[in-house]
């Protein structure tokens, strides 16, 4: 059974720094595309950056420069590092995985991360 489970959210103020953990069991890491996601209140959930199984990221504009996603070497535990936070990264943290051979995507249950003074 695949699970994910998300840690390290918190409440910091701005410009600060915080880093998500997202631990995932139940599948081997290769051919599993990982990302985070958050949602703020009142809006649509967005993809803040993602990793692919062969180690190739994306982020979102708003996170460029700010954020850095990374894999563990076993690939099947994804970090978000967040440096510089501003109000506006305020929302649920998701952690997802997406394999080809999948159904769908799983999602972990999120954590919040609130930047505020």
């Known amino acids: 059974q695949v699970q994910l489970a998300e840690s390290g959210g918190g409440v910091v103020q701005p410009g600060g720094s915080l880093r998500l953990s997202c631990a995932g069991s139940?599948?081997?890491?290769?051919?599993?595309?990982m990302g985070w996601y958050r949602q703020a209140p009142g809006k649509q959930r967005e993809l803040v950056a993602s990793?692919?199984?062969?180690?190739?990221?994306s982020y979102a504009d708003s996170v460029k420069g700010r954020f850095a996603i990374s894999r563990s070497g076993a690939k099947n535990t994804v970090y978000l590092q967040m440096n510089d936070l501003k109000p506006e990264d305020t929302a649920v943290y998701y952690c997802?995985?997406?394999?080809?051979?999948?159904?769908?995507?799983?999602w972990g249950q999120g954590t919040q991360v609130t930047v505020s003074s």
């Open positions: 997802n995985a997406e394999r080809p051979d999948w159904a769908t995507g799983y």
């Open positions: 139940g599948f081997f890491g290769s051919f599993t595309d």
């Open positions: 990793v692919t199984s062969g180690g190739l990221t």
